[in-house]
C-alpha cells in the first residue's frame, strides 16, 4: 500500500523538525499511542493500541531514521507486530520545506501487511490510514499553534476516535508520518 501527502505546517522548518524528532510531542499526537521511546538517535520504540474495522490490537513496533538531512528530510523504517492482528513493515520519506513563515510537509509512505489486518480489505485500511493521518496532523498543526501563542498549552493530546485510532509513526513517527501510516499497516 502507497500513502502520499503533503500538509502546510504552522511553524518554521526548525520547528517542525524539532517537534517531528521529539518523542513527547509525537506520543501526544497520536491516539492510542501507549509509548514511544528513544532507543538510539535516530531509532524509536512504540505501542500502540489500534482498532481497524472488527480487528483491535496492541502493536509494539519499531522505528528508525535513515538518509537523514536535518532540518529537511528523512526516511523513516519501520515494522510492527501486533500479535494475532498481523504485522507490518515499510518506509516513509518525509520532506520539508520553507513556505514563508510555515513549512511545507510532503510525505511518502510504502507498506504491507499481512495476519488480520491484510484480510480486512485494502480500502478499509486505506479509508482508516487517511483517517489516522488527518487526525495525527490535526493535533501536530494543533500543538505547534500553542506553541506559538502565549499562555497556551504546550502539548495538545489527540483524543481517541471513535471508530478507528491512530498508530504510528508514523510514524511515526511518527511518521510520522509514516509513523502513523506505519502503526495503521502493523
Known amino acids: 500500500m502507497e500513502l502520499q501527502g ?10 517542525t523538525w524539532a517537534a517531528l524528532n521529539d518523542a513527547e510531542v509525537l ?11 528513544r532507543t538510539g538517535a535516530d531509532s524509536l520504540t512504540a505501542v500502540v493500541a489500534v482498532k481497524v ?25 519501520f515494522d510492527g507486530q501486533g500479535g494475532v492482528a498481523g504485522f507490518g513493515k515499510g518506509s516513509a520519506d518525509v520532506a520539508l520545506s520553507a ?6 510537509l510532503k510525505y511518502a ?13 485494502s480500502r478499509l485500511i486505506d479509508a482508516a490510514a487517511g483517517k489516522i493521518t488527518d487526525d495525527f496532523f ?3 498543526e494543533a500543538h505547534l499553534q500553542a506553541l506559538a501563542t502565549p499562555g497556551a498549552p504546550a502539548v ?6 471513535t471508530g478507528v485510532r491512530k ?8 511518521i510520522v508520518l509514516a509513523i502513523v501510516y506505519f502503526l495503521i499497516r502493523k
Open 99 to 104: 513556505e514563508g513563515a510555515q513549512t511545507r
Open 27 to 37: 506520543k501526544s499526537c497520536i491516539a492510542g499511542c501507549e509509548s514511544l521511546e
Open 53 to 77: 474495522g472488527p480487528v483491535s490490537a496492541r502493536f509494539k513496533g519499531n522505528l528508525v531514521m535513515t538518509n537523514v538531512q536535518a532540518p529537511h528530510s528523512y526516511t523513516i523504517n
Open 167 to 174: 498508530l504510528w509513526w508514523l510514524i511515526g513517527a511518527l
Open 138 to 140: 490535526k493535533a501536530f
Open 156 to 161: 495538545v493530546v489527540a483524543e481517541p476516535d
Open 109 to 121: 509512505a510504502r507498506a504491507t501487511v499481512g495476519g488480520k489486518m491484510a484480510q480486512i480489505g
Open 6 to 15: 503533503e500538509r502546510l505546517i504552522p511553524a518554521s522548518v526548525d520547528t
